[in-house]
């Protein structure tokens, strides 16, 4: 286990669990939460052991926003100098830690699962969009909540969640502020399935079995970068450009030989490819923009 002051890092049998750890606070979200978590998706994705990442919160909370200990200055930039936030100035702009981090999630090479176990407000539910496949418990609760605060949506969240829930629902939920159970995030398409309590991480667990066991590490990295890369593309050109490249790279690679022929063969496929090494680079046509 890798030590962090507001997570946990924790690889097991090809799954990285990153728990939010401040179950006190509700796992109140501070910037040096922030730079954990992108450490920890740094080393997920250094780690060719590492097929899958789960994210989770410690206690009865999954995140309950911003840490509001600051008072009415949490939020003002000018009044409050902190290391970690100033390291993402550009010109005279703090850059939002929430959407430091979602960006992070959005370049990550392996899935990650969200398994919401109890409340998310704020940047504890837009860091989730972000993530792959969100799972929650009927515990859960959620509210983007910023217009109460006087805030508008951060952590790009006015990208990622339309693409998830459609615009109407997205403006509903950011106009009124309200939280809102599990059970209206399922609904609204904005999580894949609802557990008990109890249920949750090992159901968050056997969906990253599934994928770890059967599919090709570098075939995943692949696919995740072309569905959340073409979510904003101009036309499907874009799509055909990439993955023409991706399968003529991809054909000739050893985890091809290897997976036609343990199926034809009907045994488990052993795939040899990695992400560090194998990863072959389909967007010389794609670059991504930079904060101005």
């Not at 056997?206 to 994928?211: F, G, K, P, S, Y």
Request: charged share 20%.
């Amino acid at each position: 286990m890798t030590h962090f002051e507001t997570i946990l890092y924790d690889v097991a049998d090809g799954i990285a669990t990153i728990t939010l750890n401040r179950p006190d606070k509700l796992n109140a979200f501070t910037s040096q939460m922030m730079a954990d978590m992108i450490a920890a998706f740094d080393l997920s994705d250094a780690d060719d052991d590492v097929r899958v990442v789960i994210v989770t919160g410690a206690g009865r909370g999954f995140c309950a926003g911003a840490d509001l200990s600051a008072g009415g200055s949490t939020f003002d930039r000018t009044g409050r100098q902190e290391p970690t936030r100033e390291d993402g100035r550009v010109g005279d702009v703090i850059r939002d830690g929430g959407g430091r981090l979602t960006l992070r999630i959005f370049d990550s090479l392996k899935p990650v699962i969200a398994a919401c176990n109890g409340p998310a407000v704020g940047v504890g539910v837009t860091m989730q969009l972000a993530m792959d496949i969100r799972l929650a418990s009927t515990a859960a609760r959620y509210g983007f909540v910023f217009a109460r605060r006087g805030l508008n949506p951060e952590a790009a969240s006015s990208w990622f969640l339309p693409h998830l829930v459609g615009v109407q629902t997205a403006l509903e939920w950011c106009y009124t502020g309200r939280v809102f159970p599990a059970s209206e995030a399922h609904a609204k398409g904005l999580v894949r399935s609802l557990h008990e309590p109890d249920d949750l991480l090992p159901a968050a667990h056997a969906l990253a079995r599934e994928i770890a066991d059967n599919t090709a590490p570098v075939s995943v990295a692949i696919t995740r970068q072309l569905i959340w890369r073409m979510a904003g593309a101009a036309h499907p050109m874009d799509a055909h450009m990439a993955d023409s490249r991706g399968i003529q790279a991809r054909g000739a690679q050893n985890d091809v030989r290897e997976g036609v022929n343990s199926f034809l063969e009907k045994r488990p496929p052993r795939f040899p490819d990695k992400v560090s090494a194998d990863l072959p680079d389909v967007w010389s046509h794609w670059s991504a923009p930079t904060f101005r």
